[in-house]
């Protein structure tokens, strides 16, 4: 998941003695084996942040209800353009609005979706009361931003096709995630749940720090940033930005290793994309 959520449920949800248990939602077995007699609600992100794991919404849904806990998903990677997770079963949708709701990296927020009127009271009441809403000027932004959603996602989606096929035949490439491809072990999943595969693009280059500080340094139309899903092309180094938070062990052990570098591809044209991306990868 987000370096960010990690984050927040260990700063500020457990202290609470709210408790959490993590798992591989990619292993049915070991799902069954985390939920707890105490266990209320279960938090999906799909795709995953950096890796684009992919989880099964529908088969997650079935399984949390039986065992009487709601399903929330994380759907900031694809927005509501090629997954509609209520659809799929889940109670409660989260986006970061900041990514591609909006669209143009000029605003912060976040967005609940859900159909069900007693758990929307719910949380009508802690947003009236908490205060952490967006300004009238950003909401402006987002309305404004999203009213391009469909075609920039095609087209995001579209370049990032071809950035996922270029990174694949580069020498100094190790390994590519992006759920578009036949190999990427989720395809199957992604296929059924999914309209369209989203516009984030992650690799592990041969070698490590040293190795992406050079690829970064190169890169001319790419910015190195944190956020992703806006019009221009970004590359984040997870392990020391987005990931930060998490203990190395458990970092590494979840593979967001020193070698990995995520692209937020964009809507730029693909030849400037792939050029950049071809002049930083020269050794
Ligand atoms: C999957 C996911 N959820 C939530 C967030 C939080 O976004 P924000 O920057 O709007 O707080 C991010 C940010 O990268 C994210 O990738």
Redesign the pocket.
């Given at each position: 998941m987000?370096g960010?959520?990690y984050r927040l449920i260990k700063e500020v949800f457990e202290p609470f003695n709210v408790n959490f248990t993590f798992t591989d939602f990619t292993d049915t077995k070991q799902v069954q084996k985390a939920f707890l007699p105490s266990t209320k609600m279960v938090w999906i992100?799909t795709p995953t942040?950096p890796l684009l794991k992919i989880f099964d919404i529908q088969a997650i849904s079935e399984l949390s209800h039986k065992k009487n806990a709601i399903v929330v998903v994380?759907n900031?990677?694809l927005s509501p353009y090629f997954q509609k997770p209520l659809l799929l079963g889940a109670d409660i949708v989260v986006h970061?609005?900041?990514?591609y709701i909006n669209g143009h990296s000029d605003i912060?927020?976040?967005a609940v979706i859900l159909n069900n009127t007693e758990l929307f009271g719910k949380i009508q009441l802690v947003q009236k009361s908490v205060g952490a809403v967006p300004s009238p000027f950003d909401s402006w932004l987002t309305l404004r931003g999203v009213k391009t959603l469909a075609v920039r996602m095609k087209q995001h989606e579209k370049n990032a096709f071809k950035v996922a096929g270029f990174l694949q035949n580069q020498k100094n490439v190790l390994e590519v995630f992006f759920p578009g491809l036949e190999t990427h072990p989720g395809h199957e999943i992604a296929k059924k749940q999914m309209s369209g595969f989203g516009g984030v693009v992650s690799f592990k280059l041969k070698g490590g720090l040293a190795e992406c500080n050079v690829f970064f340094k190169k890169l001319r139309i790419f910015q190195l940033a944190?956020?992703?899903g806006g019009i221009e092309s970004l590359a984040n180094y997870s392990a020391l930005m987005?990931h930060d938070y998490f203990p190395v062990e458990l970092r590494q052990k979840i593979g967001v290793t020193d070698n990995l570098i995520r692209l937020s591809i964009g809507i730029e044209h693909i030849d400037d994309l792939l050029e950049d991306l071809k002049n930083a990868l020269t050794i």
């Open positions: 987000y960010g959520t992100e942040n994380d900031t990677f970061s609005t900041t990514k912060i927020g976040g944190d956020s992703l987005t």
